[in-house]
């Protein structure tokens, strides 16, 4: 009964067999943002941004030759919505143990919306280093933003209800790899 | 003042008359006229009881009033209140006030306080010792002159042995009894609760239970040396109970007490943190409540008392180490009772009664506590099934220091008359004249 | 540092207590809620710029009513490091004595608008007692001889840390149990995580009772010393042997010291805590307190991020403190 309900409100707006064209595109409009591959960095937003930030760098490994170490940033500490509700311990904090200072930071997320998370996640950042520029990429970009956050790479936009959820589906945590609309 | 009341198709419970029967109580001039099954004679004042008890005015051998010298906490005044209001028309207090009731004169002021105040009758009990320090024997014969009923140096124990025997020879000559307290007090210093897993558990200091059983056994000892009266107060564990059950069975003179918050609750109370239950003895663990209401049953356990410490709030405000020892208990005792002991079966309303009359009456030496004609008539009426609601923002007492608020009890004192005079009533109006007019309640 | 950053960033329960005042209540997944979410923090301790602003605009109170320096301190730089405003206040008996109850001079320091209090005090049951009557968050940083949480989480931490588990372990706690704090707090702490504790002392500082708490009591080291995987020895205090609990010190560092000879007979892995300030040559020799088994300076390193994590935890969901005119 809830799951018929849940198919009856999902719309698959990128299938499996579309997924991966989807990642190399994001991979080649990434790849022009950098200039000096020795000196970039790429931290991804927990946590489907650091599995996306992952496959991106696979990519670029087989393409390019480029290795870039990966870093994770937690956001939950620099959230501006702290005051409401519990606490939800957590398990994995931010994870980059390499300098960011005067480095080019890839900043890598599923989905862009009200732009709050790119803002906490730029705090964390801030808070660990200084680095040359930091350059937003992002999966999806749905609108509804709420601060003047705007991406530098996105793979995909699409119009969004603000009531409307756009979920990305990866393999790792969720069976399969798609982008979906839920009501 | 009335000249004579009817008390109509009561339930008369008068454990020293072995009397428990529907009948009418005619009271003239403040004494017990008659009991009959049927009073035709016309009265001044008729109250019809059907389905109340009908019992001698209750008496509470153990109280604190606080007076002289902490009156913030209680009166002779308002403790009497309280007592009234809880169904005792007789009270004795412990001598542990600022100073000690340790002199003639000082028996005599709490007599005169109780005049004044109109309530229960307060009998003094005089300290054993000079201030209370356990040093040197009190004038005990001044203070028998002054009206004391017996002596005890309540709040603290007769630490010593020689003082203790001391004592129970030199009060045989009046045949007063000593109220010792039983504690060794090297055993229980610093201590806030009965020592055991839960004091482990919340890290605080225990107060074992052969503190009060070593001093239980000494007292036995030196009552069967010297043949004086004793009784123990508020017994609070298994080990006190079978000592004093073996001293009764060889025909040594002892008698016990044994309070309702240690019917009523267990050391499991302590994990609240909260200072109202602290209390000395302390509250014990369920095997020592099953065996305090056994020695109840079986007669080992002759009184019930309230121990009724009052504290003003602020002192209860303190940390649990720093807090003082006791709750108050005069409001609450029956019908903590009731639910400890006549709600579980253990007890019936006679058995209950008689340790709230002739048990304590007969260690004080008080003519009191029966319904005997020509007796000044000192008369509680019980409604055994009223339901009520601890409130002790409601109570008669000045301190608030009680652990029971909130609960809800059966069984309570409606009417309650001293010396045939109506001191307290729930239900005034069920009192009428011939004329069929209202009394006001006092 | 952990390789896989791609694992499940989140737990799936919330916590929703205001309050941490003893380990005794806890269920077992809060307690490891709080160890990760304390393994998290410690990589904020090791940035240039140490600090992140999830109590920005909150206030911690630490309100002493016995003194000590490092809880004290350890909590204030962790309520710094969320960003929070600290006060501390110590209060001493001899202010108390001017007829002000404890919760009298709690409630106060509260109408300072206070978000969370940090209290120590030296009669159990403190705590609770104004985690009732106050409204704002109330932590635990040690009740008299009843709990002290936070040392015992970190403890319990390092131990995890060092060891990479609890459950299985043989914890052995060695001392005054009887009036520790510390040793309850890690009694329940441990056995709740599955670990095997045993109390170790003279029976005047073992109340027998301890046992339906599920431990061993031992009151020979020498005996249990080769089965144990971490030793946890507390603190003796000097004026239980003037009480006589024990008849001197000579003879409680005989049985009970923990030498160079004696961890011998320990397994070579064996670690070591010690909860807060040691009497050298009497609990431990200066050789094993500095020595390569000991992780006493990294309990403090932790206790940090452990009282971060308690900080964080509890700030969540909190009523704001009620205004007072």
Redesign the interface.
Known sequence: MEAGNRQKNLVVLVPEHEFQSLIDFLADRTARLVSDPARTVVVGIRTRGVLLAKRLLEIWRAQLGWEMPLGAVDITLYRDDLDRGPRIPILKGTEIDFPIDDRLVLLVDDVLHTGRTVRAALDALSDLGRPLAVRLVVLVDRGGRELPIQPDAVALRVEAAPEERIEVHLRELDDEDAIVRRK | MQRSLLIKQGRVIDPAQRMDTVADLLVRDGRVAMIAPSIQESADEVLVAAGLIVCPGLIDMHVHFREPGDEQSETIATGAAAAIAGGFTSVACMPNTNPAIDTREAAEFVYLQAGRARQARVYPVGAVTKARAGEELAEIGQLVEGGAVAFSDDGAPIASAEIMRRALQYTRMFDRAILNHPEVPELTQGGVMN???VS???????MPRVAEEIMVARDILLAADTEGKLHLQHLSTAGSVELVRQAKKRGIRVTAEVCPHHLALTDEALT???SVYKVNPPLRTRRDVDALIEGLVDGTIDVIASDHAPHAP?RK??????APFGMIGLETMLGVCVRSLIEPGYLDWPKLIECFTVGPAQILGIDRGHLRPGVEADITIIDPDLEWTVDPEAFRSKSRNCPFAGWVLKGRAVHVFVAGELKHSLRPDAIRTNTGQLTTPL | MATDLTGPAKASRAWTRRHLLDLEHLERWEIEAILDTAASFREVSARSRKKVPALQGKVVVNLFFEPSTRTRTSFSLAAKRLSADTIDFTVSASSMAKGETYIDTARNIEAMGIDIMVVRHQTPGAPHVLARTLNCSVVNAGDGAHEHPTQALLDVFTIRDIKGRIEGLTVALIGDIAHSRVARSNIWALTKLGAHVIVCGPPTLIPRSIAELGVEIAYSLDEILPRCDVLNVLRIQFERQRAGLFPSIQEYFALYGVTEERLKRAKDDVLLLAPGPINRGIELTPGVADGPQSAVLRQVTNGLAVRMAVLYLVSGGAPRPALVH
């Not at chain 2, 482990?200 to 225990?206: I, N």
């Open positions: 020592e055991g897993i482990m558990r919340l890290g605080l200091p225990g609240s943190f909260d602020a405000e303190l940390e649990l180490d720093r």
